[in-house]
């Protein structure tokens, strides 16, 4: 297993769109063992291939208090969404520091291929319906914060990118 880079906002590759994940295998499996060590390392609730640069549709998710309770999702769709929406605040593991409102459909069912290669059918609601929304929207190349205001938007942009200014230049060389 490895721990994978996390792409930060505004890189553009947060924007591509992901592609069905053909077969089911060691590789996939392989993929999926890391991105799961990635979020539990970075402390996230949820992480998609987008956001490891891999553009594929997995997500890996866990919304437990204990972090024991993964959850793995290969080329998810969701079937239904509750009428009823939620407003909370939400946080990416991409936009690091920010937390803002979004409104989602308050429950949600989702099918997907399990590790195994077998379709499951999955109703959620409460935390787990909200992420299961924000990661699929990454596998679509959307980032949580285009849900914003313009202003409030680029706000974000500008001092993430002044953020990364710093760290390159932390991490730049002494001469
Ligand atoms: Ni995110």
Redesign the pocket.
Known sequence: MAQLSILRYPDPRLHKVAQPVGRVDARARALVADMLETMYAAR?I???AT?VDVHERVVVIDVSEERNQPLVLINPEITWASPERVRGDEG????PDIYDGVERAARVKVTALDLDGQSRTLEADGLLAVCIQ??LD?LQGK??VEYLSPLKRSRIKAKLQKQERERLKQSAPAL
Request: aromatic share 8%; glycine share 14%; hydrophobic share 45%.
């Open positions: 996230g949820g992480l998609a956001q990416c593991l991409s936009v924000h990661e990454h980032v949580f």
